[in-house]
């Protein structure tokens, strides 16, 4: 849970499919199906690359610039923006592989698979929620990170203070209701016989809303770590942020 939760703190390019492709490994379907499902999930993948591409790129920015100890906000709200563009197109790309899907999957299998989308997206919600003490009591964001770069309680408080200062100025604030209905839904649909992924002109919406509040939440968080940090957690800390940015699906997500 914890790796998956990380994961959610870094990943958002593919919004609601995004989702989907990562909850289709342990459906129990048949060989016939697993098969067609493979294909389908590569699909998914495929489509998702342009996006997968900006929100690389994006992290990698971040990671060169927490290293040098400078980030140049402009270059990373065009990297935002870029992500935000790329996913829009997401859910038209992925229309296809999404009718295939249900066509492939049985009633009680669709109906595991909303079940599954709808725990990825209460975890990517709750990761990406504003930071607070309680929460790093219980493995949020900052209090994870104070592990992994042994920051003093000094420099977290430096942090907290910069992250509450920096919550007035995001562009966008995420609407949990409208995402809900979204997924609801597109869930409702997708378990029942008839569905047509075409019809959802939500989808596209949707998915660019995840994607660049997520990647904006996450921008705002590093931008207000980096001047409490030393250079040798810096370096460990761009370290992190380029696995991130090469990661490279090898197992189950579910």
Known sequence: MAELKDHHRHHHH????????????SLG?????????HKIQSDLHAKMQ????????????????????????AAVDDAIAKVRAAAALVHDAASASLNELHATLTPPQRAALVGKVEAHFNVWH?????????RDAVGGHLGRLAKELGLSSDQVDKIRASVEHSTGKVSSR?????????????????ASDSFDAKSFTAGGPANAHIAA????????????????????????LADSLRRHANYKRT???T
């Open 213 to 236: 509040w997520g990647a904006e939440h996450m921008a705002r968080f590093y931008a207000a770590v980096l001047p409490a940090l030393t250079p040798d957690q810096r370096t460990k």
């Open 14 to 25: 593919g919004g609601f499919v995004m989702f989907i492709a990562m909850s289709l490994d």
């Open 251 to 253: 197992q189950s997500e």
């Open 174 to 190: 995420f609407d949990s209701a409208e995402a809900t209905a979204h997924l609801k839904a597109f869930g409702a649909a997708f």
């Open 29 to 37: 379907t048949t060989p016939e199906q697993s098969a067609a499902i």
């Open 126 to 134: 709750h990761e990406n929620s504003e930071e607070s003490t309680d």
């Open 50 to 73: 342009p996006a997968h591409d900006a929100e690389k790129n994006l992290l990698s920015m971040l990671a060169d610039g927490i290293a040098a100890g400078n980030l140049k906000q």
